[in-house]
T-cell receptor
Framework: SQTIHQWPATLVQPVGSPLSLECTVE??????LYWYRQAAGRGLQLLFY??????ISSEVPQNLSASRPQDRQFILSSKKLLLSDSGFYLC?????????????FGPGTRLLVL | AQSVTQLGSHVSVSEGALVLLRCNYS??????LFWYVQYPNKGLQLLLK????ATLVKGINGFEAEFKKSETSFHLTKPSAHMSDAAEYFC???????????WGAGTKLIIKP
């Protein structure tokens, strides 16, 4: 069966510090991968998605970036965090199946920027 | 462009009462539709999805949703609410142009004892 891992679970970082969040998927090959953010009291905001190694699409211009160095690894980074980067970050995966793809979510990372 | 509207950011029901969470979509083609649930500080979990088979879709935890093309709706229901149903619920529609999901803003379900 497939599983998705995210770490760390919780992170407190000062403004201006770098960020690296990691997401890995097990039990499947060539998944589509996604990074979402939920700000407090807000809905889901798609940040990045990837359909293959090295292929990243950005949905929202910001100081965040994403990379996919391996088939089942997706990394979210920032060189300098802003207060507005605080939120709950969710990674998800899916398999292409003609539009009916179910996205499966990881447990999330709670980021607090102070 | 496709969009999803969830009516009511918060819905409060008594334990044992009917749960009705509303979702309307706009789409120029027959969509695929999804309901997800998110418990506090957890990731999202798929409740059910509609993929153009039966219009009444049964999901986990006793939830079901009915696709009504004429009303462009996909409302989520459960006959009898439990305290454990307290969570946030998200409706989503598949954007067939790039296979992403278009998300509603979410509805927080509150269960009163």
């Amino acid at each position: 069966s497939q599983t998705i891992h995210q770490w760390p679970a919780t992170l407190v970082q000062p403004v201006g510090s770098p960020l690296s969040l990691e997401c890995t998927v097990e039990g499947t090959s060539n998944p589509n991968l996604y990074w979402y953010r939920q700000a407090a009291g807000r809905g889901l905001q798609l940040l990045f998605y990837s359909v293959g190694i090295g292929q990243i699409s950005s949905e929202v211009p910001q100081n965040l970036s994403a990379s996919r160095p391996q088939d089942r690894q997706f990394i979210l980074s920032s060189k300098k965090l802003l207060l507005s980067d605080s939120g709950f970050y969710l990674c998800a995966w899916s398999l292409t199946s003609g539009g009916a793809e179910t996205q499966y979510f990881g447990p999330g990372t709670r980021l607090l920027v102070l | 462009a496709q969009s999803v509207t969830q009516l009511g950011s918060h819905v409060s029901v008594s334990e044992g009462a009917l749960v009705l969470l509303r979702c309307n979509y706009s789409s120029s083609v027959p969509p695929y539709l999804f309901w997800y649930v998110q418990y506090p500080n957890k990731g999202l979990q798929l409740l059910l999805k509609y993929t153009s088979a039966a219009t009444l879709v049964k999901g986990i935890n006793g939830f079901e949703a009915e696709f009504k093309k004429s009303e462009t709706s996909f409302h989520l229901t459960k006959p009898s609410a439990h305290m454990s149903d307290a969570a946030e619920y998200f409706c989503a529609v598949s954007d067939k142009s790039n296979y992403q999901l278009i998300w509603g803003a979410g509805t927080k379900l509150i269960i009163k004892p």
